[in-house]
């Protein structure tokens, strides 16, 4: 049985979709089949996708600390109780926003082991409507706990879908280099691609994001590698190393998630005017052809006090901290947290035939508008089923 969602925009366009066993088969005017919403003529988007996003942390806000490496010594968020009912509230609040795939980020190191990440590999397996890839991410790096790469490994046995890494907190260059051959050692034995946070650091000498992708290049590891955070010497006004890296990015295919909202909030805590805006280059990213996601990132965490799981909002400020503002800027946004994400969790998402039915409908005409109002979607569509639906309700009197 054929199911219709009429009267949608698709690329400045009114048209209908039609789904047959929750995949796209048409997208054209006038369609036959059973109506399963008909939009009005509101804006359609392929479902949102979050390229990065700490589950266990959420929830937890407590008093911002100055920059990362400051508040990573004095919280270990992961290791408080309820990651599980915490991390549920997080994926159900995000579902109400339209987001029907994540990356997820879990601790792993000896002061908490494997607890956080089983208790979101039990989220996982229970969800119907949302696609959750687990990232095993070592938090605390390696070299002064050795027990984190035995619990590294235990992670990927446990079933954690890709390997993390985050060379920057080792304490000398060498650290770091040996942290990023430990995280490819690792991806290989399991066969698992890997998400690392390079450069989180204000450090103009800290490279860590070259010499990830020049191990990518040695390993052949193509299409199997993301990178979020990549402040560091990519943040400071050395262009070869840039071009060294857009290079290398382009030939790998890589996706460089950036998570604009907190590398604004945290790039330059402490500093005297002017304060660096930490974000990577994104313009020149998309000019080269690399795939940039974006993501949520911390939801009421220690390093982000605010955020609700809207993928859209994120778009917004992405604008804002990438400076995308032209109509075709402001699309590469949108791409940011729908098709590109889905791109770097391999997954068969987009408005074309033959692609899963994963959509929402926002109250918009277009693009900008839709990034203008910041409204939840009226309409989430899993695989040709509506899973979530939102009204509002205004009275004025001016």
Not at 366 to 391: D, H, M, S, Y
Request: proline share 3%; with cysteine; glycine share 6%.
């Amino acid at each position: 049985m054929s199911l219709v969602v009429k009267n949608v925009i698709v690329n400045a366009k009114n048209v209908d979709i039609r789904i047959e066993h929750g995949v796209i088969q048409e997208i054209s005017e006038n369609l036959s089949g059973e109506v399963l919403v008909d939009a009005r003529s509101s804006l359609a988007l392929p479902a949102f996708v979050d390229a990065h996003v700490h589950l266990d942390k959420c929830f937890t806000h407590k008093t911002l600390g100055s920059t990362s490496f400051e508040i990573l010594q004095w919280t270990k968020p992961s290791a408080e109780s309820s990651v599980y009912e915490r991390a549920k509230r997080a994926l159900a609040q995000s579902l109400a926003y339209g987001t029907l795939a994540h990356r997820a980020f879990v601790d792993v190191d000896s002061s908490i082991g494997l607890s956080a990440l089983k208790e979101v590999l039990r989220l996982k397996r229970e969800l119907k409507n949302v696609t959750l890839q687990v990232v095993a991410f070592p938090q605390y790096g390696f070299s002064d706990d050795k027990q984190n790469v035995e619990l590294l490994h235990k992670a990927m046995e446990e079933g954690a879908d890709v390997v993390g890494g985050i060379p920057w907190i080792e304490p000398t260059g060498e650290d770091s280099l040996k942290h990023i051959e430990i995280i490819f050692d690792i991806a290989e034995r399991y066969a698992k691609d890997i998400h690392i946070v390079s450069d989180d650091t204000d450090d103009p000498l800290s490279t860590n994001l070259l010499h990830f992708l020049s191990n990518a290049k040695k390993r052949k590891f193509f299409g199997k590698v993301a990178e979020s955070q990549c402040r560091g010497a990519l943040d400071s006004p050395n262009q070869g190393y840039t071009q060294k890296v857009l290079s290398l990015a382009k030939q790998l295919g890589v996706t460089i998630v950036e998570n604009a909202h907190t590398t604004l909030m945290l790039s330059g805590r402490g500093e005297a005017n002017p304060v660096r805006r930490g974000v990577a280059p994104i313009k020149l990213f998309l000019k080269e052809g690399v795939n940039v996601a974006a993501g949520q990132d911390d939801i009421q965490d220690a390093f982000y006090p605010f955020g609700k799981g809207s993928m859209l909002e994120v778009a917004f400020l992405l604008c804002h901290a990438a400076q995308l503002s032209s109509e075709q800027e402001v699309l590469c946004a949108l791409d940011a947290v729908t098709t590109n994400g889905a791109k770097m969790m391999k997954l068969n998402q987009a408005l074309k035939k033959g692609c899963d039915a994963d959509l929402v409908i926002l109250n918009a005409k277009n693009p900008v508008e839709a990034l203008c109002k910041q409204e939840p979607p009226l309409f989430v569509i899993r695989k040709g089923r509506v899973v979530a639906r939102n009204t509002t309700q205004t009275e004025l009197e001016l």
